[in-house]
Protein backbone atom coordinates (compact mmCIF):
# COMPACT_ATOMS: atom_id res chain seq x y z
CA UNK A 1 0.00 0.00 0.00
CA UNK A 2 1.46 3.32 -0.66
CA UNK A 3 2.27 6.04 1.74
CA UNK A 4 0.18 9.09 3.08
CA UNK A 5 1.78 12.69 2.90
CA UNK A 6 0.72 15.29 4.72
CA UNK A 7 1.99 18.89 4.04
CA UNK A 8 0.82 21.88 5.10
CA UNK A 9 1.85 25.21 6.12
CA UNK A 10 1.22 24.57 9.92
CA UNK A 11 2.05 21.72 11.67
CA UNK A 12 -1.25 21.79 13.99
CA UNK A 13 -3.13 21.84 10.49
CA UNK A 14 -1.42 18.61 9.46
CA UNK A 15 -1.67 16.65 12.90
CA UNK A 16 -5.53 17.28 12.34
CA UNK A 17 -5.47 15.60 8.66
CA UNK A 18 -3.89 12.61 10.28
CA UNK A 19 -5.55 12.31 12.55
CA UNK A 20 -8.63 12.33 10.50
CA UNK A 21 -7.27 9.67 8.66
CA UNK A 22 -6.54 7.84 11.15
CA UNK A 23 -10.21 7.32 12.63
CA UNK A 24 -10.80 5.62 9.07
CA UNK A 25 -7.57 3.45 9.52
CA UNK A 26 -5.55 5.36 7.39
CA UNK A 27 -1.60 6.21 8.59
CA UNK A 28 0.18 9.04 7.75
CA UNK A 29 3.79 8.03 7.11
CA UNK A 30 5.35 11.29 6.89
CA UNK A 31 3.88 15.11 8.43
CA UNK A 32 5.82 17.93 6.89
CA UNK A 33 5.81 22.15 6.62
CA UNK A 34 7.46 22.67 3.41
CA UNK A 35 7.57 21.02 -0.09
CA UNK A 36 11.34 20.30 0.10
CA UNK A 37 11.26 18.46 3.03
CA UNK A 38 8.38 15.77 0.86
CA UNK A 39 10.62 15.89 -1.63
CA UNK A 40 14.11 15.14 0.31
CA UNK A 41 11.83 11.62 2.13
CA UNK A 42 10.05 10.82 -1.15
CA UNK A 43 12.84 9.31 -2.62
CA UNK A 44 12.52 6.77 0.25
CA UNK A 45 8.81 5.63 -0.81
CA UNK A 46 7.61 3.44 -3.39
CA UNK A 47 4.18 5.53 -4.22
CA UNK A 48 1.30 7.26 -2.16
CA UNK A 49 -0.92 10.07 -2.10
CA UNK A 50 0.44 13.78 -0.87
CA UNK A 51 -2.20 15.89 0.64
CA UNK A 52 -1.05 19.47 0.59
CA UNK A 53 -2.61 22.82 0.31
CA UNK A 54 -2.10 25.23 -2.79
CA UNK A 55 -0.08 27.68 -0.72
CA UNK A 56 3.42 26.34 0.64
CA UNK A 57 6.48 28.15 2.22
CA UNK A 58 9.04 27.38 -0.37
CA UNK A 59 6.83 26.37 -3.48
CA UNK A 60 3.40 26.50 -4.92
CA UNK A 61 1.89 23.10 -5.46
CA UNK A 62 2.29 22.76 -8.78
CA UNK A 63 5.83 22.58 -8.87
CA UNK A 64 5.41 19.89 -6.42
CA UNK A 65 3.81 18.39 -8.49
CA UNK A 66 5.81 18.54 -11.41
CA UNK A 67 8.54 17.59 -9.10
CA UNK A 68 7.02 13.82 -7.37
CA UNK A 69 8.23 10.93 -8.41
CA UNK A 70 5.81 9.18 -11.39
CA UNK A 71 3.87 6.64 -8.99
CA UNK A 72 3.07 10.00 -6.25
CA UNK A 73 -0.49 12.06 -6.75
CA UNK A 74 -1.33 14.96 -5.13
CA UNK A 75 -4.41 16.02 -3.13
CA UNK A 76 -4.55 19.30 -3.32
CA UNK A 77 -6.94 20.67 -0.13
CA UNK A 78 -7.85 24.21 -1.26
CA UNK A 79 -11.30 27.04 -1.35
CA UNK A 80 -13.57 27.06 -3.77
CA UNK A 81 -12.19 29.77 -5.57
CA UNK A 82 -8.82 28.16 -5.71
CA UNK A 83 -10.07 24.77 -7.55
CA UNK A 84 -10.87 26.75 -10.41
CA UNK A 85 -7.41 27.34 -11.22
CA UNK A 86 -6.48 23.69 -10.24
CA UNK A 87 -5.41 21.21 -13.21
CA UNK A 88 -7.07 18.60 -14.51
CA UNK A 89 -6.70 15.59 -13.68
CA UNK A 90 -5.80 16.84 -10.36
CA UNK A 91 -8.01 15.54 -7.06
CA UNK A 92 -8.98 18.25 -4.91
CA UNK A 93 -11.45 18.85 -2.23
CA UNK A 94 -12.92 22.15 -0.91
CA UNK A 95 -12.64 23.51 2.65
CA UNK A 96 -14.30 22.71 4.85
CA UNK A 97 -13.49 19.28 4.57
CA UNK A 98 -15.47 15.93 5.48
CA UNK A 99 -13.26 13.92 7.41
CA UNK A 100 -15.01 10.96 5.78
CA UNK A 101 -14.59 12.74 2.19
CA UNK A 102 -10.86 12.93 2.92
CA UNK A 103 -10.57 9.36 3.64
CA UNK A 104 -12.53 8.08 0.98
CA UNK A 105 -10.45 9.97 -1.29
CA UNK A 106 -7.33 9.10 -0.03
CA UNK A 107 -8.45 5.42 -0.13
CA UNK A 108 -9.62 5.59 -3.75
CA UNK A 109 -6.45 7.34 -4.79
CA UNK A 110 -4.62 4.70 -2.85
CA UNK A 111 -6.25 1.97 -4.82
CA UNK A 112 -5.87 2.98 -8.14
CA UNK A 113 -2.20 3.70 -7.47
CA UNK A 114 -2.05 -0.07 -6.57
CA UNK A 115 -4.02 -1.16 -9.63
CA UNK A 116 -1.29 0.39 -12.40
CA UNK A 117 1.65 -0.63 -10.10
CA UNK A 118 0.42 -4.30 -10.44
CA UNK A 119 -0.19 -3.45 -13.84
CA UNK A 120 2.87 -2.35 -14.43
CA UNK A 121 4.28 -5.29 -13.10
CA UNK A 122 2.98 -7.57 -15.37
CA UNK A 123 3.86 -6.56 -18.31
CA UNK A 124 6.03 -9.27 -20.13
CA UNK A 125 9.60 -8.82 -21.26
CA UNK A 126 10.42 -8.14 -24.27
CA UNK A 127 11.45 -10.65 -26.88
CA UNK A 128 15.28 -10.83 -27.55
CA UNK A 129 15.88 -10.61 -31.53
CA UNK A 130 16.87 -14.13 -31.17
CA UNK A 131 13.65 -15.27 -29.58
CA UNK A 132 11.71 -13.25 -32.42
CA UNK A 133 13.98 -14.76 -34.76
CA UNK A 134 12.58 -18.38 -33.61
CA UNK A 135 8.79 -17.78 -33.95
CA UNK A 136 9.66 -15.80 -37.47
CA UNK A 137 11.57 -18.55 -38.83
CA UNK A 138 8.45 -21.02 -37.62
CA UNK A 139 6.08 -18.99 -39.11
CA UNK A 140 8.01 -18.94 -42.42
CA UNK A 141 8.35 -22.56 -42.66
CA UNK A 142 4.61 -23.35 -41.84
CA UNK A 143 4.01 -20.69 -44.46
CA UNK A 144 6.16 -22.78 -47.00
CA UNK A 145 4.77 -26.02 -45.82
CA UNK A 146 1.61 -25.62 -44.85
CA UNK A 147 0.47 -23.05 -47.02
CA UNK A 148 -0.74 -20.45 -44.31
CA UNK A 149 -0.73 -16.47 -44.57
CA UNK A 150 1.62 -15.50 -41.71
CA UNK A 151 -1.21 -13.87 -39.47
CA UNK A 152 -2.64 -18.01 -39.80
CA UNK A 153 0.89 -19.31 -39.10
CA UNK A 154 1.07 -16.50 -35.51
CA UNK A 155 -2.22 -17.90 -34.83
CA UNK A 156 -1.09 -21.27 -34.88
CA UNK A 157 1.51 -20.85 -32.87
CA UNK A 158 -0.40 -19.13 -30.39
CA UNK A 159 -3.09 -21.56 -29.97
CA UNK A 160 -0.47 -24.17 -29.54
CA UNK A 161 1.54 -22.27 -27.06
CA UNK A 162 -1.44 -21.70 -25.37
CA UNK A 163 -2.88 -25.62 -25.45
CA UNK A 164 0.56 -26.83 -24.35
CA UNK A 165 0.96 -24.48 -21.45
CA UNK A 166 4.66 -23.38 -22.92
CA UNK A 167 5.68 -19.76 -23.96
CA UNK A 168 5.61 -19.13 -27.66
CA UNK A 169 9.43 -19.24 -28.17
CA UNK A 170 9.05 -22.75 -26.82
CA UNK A 171 6.51 -23.92 -29.08
CA UNK A 172 8.11 -22.41 -32.41
CA UNK A 173 11.32 -24.25 -31.59
CA UNK A 174 9.28 -27.23 -30.89
CA UNK A 175 7.42 -26.16 -34.71
CA UNK A 176 11.02 -26.29 -36.19
CA UNK A 177 12.02 -29.41 -34.83
CA UNK A 178 9.48 -31.26 -35.71
CA UNK A 179 9.27 -29.70 -39.52
CA UNK A 180 12.73 -30.04 -39.94
CA UNK A 181 12.60 -33.88 -38.65
CA UNK A 182 10.64 -34.87 -41.39
Avoid at 14 to 42: E, F, P, Q, W
Avoid at 65 to 70: M, T, V
Avoid at 123 to 132: A, D, I, S
Avoid at 166 to 171: A, D, R
Wanted: glycine content about 4%.
Amino acid sequence: MGSIIVVLPKMEDAKRIRDMLGRYGLTASLLCTTASHVLSNVRDMDSGVVICSYRLPDMHYTQLAAYLPEYFEILLLTSAAEQANCPTGMMSLVYPIKPCDLAGTVEMMLAQQERRLRKKRTVPPKRTEREQNYINNAKRVLMERNHMTEQEAFRYIQKCSMDSGTNMVETAQMVLLLLYDS
